[in-house]
């Protein structure tokens, strides 16, 4: 069992920068890829960002990419979403999510563990 815990999230001017944080519970983190998904009201959950294991592989949703770096530090069992030039359309709560395998997924039903989410107002 994995417990994600997001932080990090609040409220930015457009143009402002966030970093959300993800802390991950148990020694299987390292093998365990992870991702970000948004959602806003009213939305689906969409996919934004992932990366596998290792931390060589990442892959982004179009409307975040070259805005949003994720990144992880297995030491610290902690991913992170760099989040820059933010628009009033990345307003949405933040979810953390694990799935058991070492490889990437945009695949919501994917991922086996979720947090319970950080929320990111963007005002313009």
């Known amino acids: 069992q994995v417990q994600l815990v997001e932080s990090g999230g609040g409220l930015v001017q457009a143009g402002g920068s966030l970093r959300l944080s993800c802390a991950a519970s148990?020694?299987?983190?390292?093998?365990?890829?992870m991702g970000w998904f948004r959602q806003a009201p009213g939305k689906e959950r969409e996919f934004v960002a992932t990366?596998?294991?290792?931390?060589?592989?990442?892959y982004y949703a179009d409307s975040v990419k070259g805005r949003f770096t994720i990144s992880r530090d297995n030491a610290k069992n902690t991913v992170y979403l760099q989040m820059n030039s933010l628009k009033p359309e990345d307003t949405a709560v933040y979810y953390c999510a694990a799935r058991r395998s070492v490889y990437i997924s945009r695949v919501r039903t994917q991922y086996d563990y979720w947090g319970q989410g950080t929320q990111v107002t963007v005002s313009s």
């Open positions: 148990g020694r299987t983190f390292s093998s365990y890829a």
């Open positions: 990366i596998s294991s290792d931390g060589g592989v990442t």
